[in-house]
């Protein structure tokens, strides 16, 4: 069966950095585009990054372009979320996501605090 699960997440001060993991199996992970979302507390979740099934292009939102980088190693099925220069804002409940046979699948998250 299709599975992802992250790690990697942690508190952090403001301007730290983290980098989270999020471990695919069940499906042919170097075929398939992998996300990131986040869920900020009383926020509906947001697409953070996404990465190519061959690793380019990527894409991020608006609010993390230049502090976040996405990556992949197709050889370890995993993919990554660089984060630096953390905010406060940045702050959430962070999942890894892809769309495996029409339709969605998601890891059980990890907590990210940014928080002094």
């Known amino acids: 069966q299709v599975q992802l699960v992250e790690s990697g997440g942690g508190l952090v001060q403001p301007g730290g950095s983290l980098r989270l993991s999020c471990a695919a199996s069940g499906f042919t992970f170097s075929t398939y585009a992998m996300n990131w979302f986040r869920q900020a507390p009383e926020k509906e979740r947001e697409l953070v990054a996404r990465i190519t099934y061959a690793g380019s292009p990527t894409n991020y939102a608006d609010s993390v372009k230049g502090r976040f980088t996405i990556s992949r190693d197709n050889a370890k099925n995993t993919v990554y979320l660089q984060m630096n220069n953390l905010k406060p804002e940045d702050t959430g409940v962070y999942y890894c996501?892809?769309?495996?046979?029409?339709?969605?699948?998601w890891g059980q998250g990890t907590q990210v605090t940014v928080s002094s």
């Open positions: 996501n892809s769309r495996v046979g029409g339709r969605p699948y």
